[in-house]
């Protein structure tokens, strides 16, 4: 299955991580638990194993001091700050906005220092919750007037179903304040916990959640490293190449961006085969990788890279092979303003690695049908909690036969027993309380 797929250790994708370029220094601000867990496991990634080497660097900010301390980043270059006075925003986005304002001063001079070298920024929440959800608008305000404009993305997540009504309306109102702003903004990769969890569920049922979030984490971390680092590595086989200048491009392109990708044995590809992979593609496509439900026909540019070893490659990347993808492409995205298919092979990989796929799409709206059914589910819960609260009243409606209104006399202590009556706050209780009872 997929992730077992994503999962795995392949020749290639540690050729990938293991020491080749990069096309941009990241750095990432996290925002709350689930930002600043993604930003640090982002910036743990090394580019060497052998060197220890961070490319990266995360600025870590959270108003739960006990959940700032959780996250261990392994990179000693990654630095955290802590808003308000530790006991965290409890989803209260207004709260997580106010504690953000409070220190972005601060937090303004900490994103200078802390990105000083960074090419690109990305701001990571978890929408959903209080702190990220709530300080990610202010925190956009911040890089753009830190030196930032039209050079940072977002990374956001987009809650399960199940997480409830708060989280869901949290996570929508974020949602639509950015969606309406977003042509002036980066690109915006989505994170769906829901589809990336029920994928994991159904791989392994006995995990946890925590697991699950570990692994997402570091799906996501390396999943940007890799497409940074295939952008800036390896030699085109044809005049079209997605090099660095192109990622660039997509990661200044406003709207959602998206990706698929897959590794394919090499042994058992041929040009003959070139419609079998190509309809693997298409179906990856569709399917995405951390999130999916987008209109890809409303692309604004895409790239499709393709890399293997150069013995694969001498058989594979035919004349034909490359109409294969153009037509797959110009079927997927008609419109786009770009769309290159690049092909590359190296001599590092011995012929044993595989064939891996990427695909790459920038400036797509939102996903409506992702979109659709967190707003239905939120008026679903919503229903559900009006009905409670009619609830509360059981005897609305109901009318007695009998005479029995209480005798206007008698006493607090006549009616419910031995109770202090001799103070004003319990006769102006009394008679609340009697009001509310009897509806005198
Ligand atoms: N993929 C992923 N999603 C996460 C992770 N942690 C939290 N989330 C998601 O992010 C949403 C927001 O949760 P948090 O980040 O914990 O919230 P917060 O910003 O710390 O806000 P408060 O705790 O309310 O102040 C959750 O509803 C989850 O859907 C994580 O490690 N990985
Ligand atoms: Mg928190």
Redesign the pocket.
């Known amino acids: 299955m997929m992730i077992e797929t994503r999962n795995t250790k392949d020749n290639l994708s540690t050729l990938i991580q293991d020491g080749k370029n990069l096309s941009m220094k990241f750095g990432f601000l996290g925002?709350?638990?689930?930002?600043t867990?993604?930003a640090a496991t982002c910036a743990d990634i090394k580019t060497s194993i052998k060197n220890n080497h961070h490319p990266y660097t995360a600025l870590l900010i959270?108003?739960?001091e006990i959940?700032l301390t959780k996250v261990q980043p392994i990179n000693s270059n990654t630095k955290k700050m802590l808003i308000g006075d530790g006991k965290?925003?409890?989803?209260?986005i207004i709260m997580?906005e106010e504690l953000y304002k409070a220190k972005a001063d601060e937090i303004s001079n900490a994103v200078k220092t802390q990105f000083q070298d960074a090419d690109y920024v990305w701001l990571v929440?978890?929408?959903?919750?209080?702190?990220?959800?709530?300080a990610v608008i202010q925190a956009i305000g911040t890089l753009l007037n830190s030196g930032f404009s039209g050079k940072f993305g977002m990374i956001l997540?987009?809650?399960?179903l199940k997480?409830g009504k708060t989280?869901l309306d949290n996570?929508l109102q974020r949602l639509k304040k950015i969606g309406s702003v977003m042509e002036n903004l980066g690109p915006i990769l989505l994170?769906d916990?829901e589809k990336?969890f029920t994928e994991f569920s159904l791989e392994k049922p006995n995990s946890s959640v925590s697991e699950y979030?570990?692994f997402?984490?570091k799906y996501?971390a390396e999943a940007l490293h890799e497409l940074n680092t295939v952008t800036a590595s390896y030699l085109p086989t044809s005049e079209y190449h997605f090099d660095s200048s192109e990622f660039e491009k997509i990661l200044k392109t406003p709207g959602l961006l998206h990706f698929a990708r897959f590794t394919e044995k090499a042994s058992t590809i041929d040009a003959s085969q070139q419609l079998s992979y190509a309809q693997k593609l298409k179906d990856l496509i569709n399917r995405g990788v951390l999130s999916d439900g987008y209109d890809l026909n409303a692309a604004k540019r895409l790239a499709v890279s393709v890399l293997t070893d150069t013995l694969t490659a001498n058989r594979l990347f035919t004349f034909e092979f490359t109409k294969t993808m153009e037509d797959l492409v110009n079927d997927i995205s008609p419109t786009a303003l770009e769309k290159p298919i690049a092909t590359y092979q190296t001599n590092e990989l011995k012929g044993t690695a595989g064939v891996s796929f990427y695909a790459v799409f920038a400036g797509l709206d939102l996903p409506k049908d992702r979109i659709t059914e967190m707003v239905l589910e939120h008026k679903k819960l919503q229903e559900l909690e009006n009905q409670k609260k009619e609830k509360i009243d059981l005897f609305a409606g109901f009318e007695s036969e009998s005479s029995n209104k209480p005798s206007p006399n008698k006493s607090f202590d006549e009616l419910f027993g031995n109770t202090e009556n001799d103070s004003d706050k319990v006769i102006s209780d009394k008679d609340a309380l009697m009001n509310k009872l009897f509806d005198n």
């Open positions: 925002l709350g638990m689930g930002g867990s993604i959270n108003s739960n959940d965290g925003a409890g989803r209260d997580g929440a978890g929408l959903g919750g209080g702190t990220g959800t709530g997540t987009l809650p399960r997480e989280v996570a994170v916990n990336l979030l570990k997402s984490n996501v």
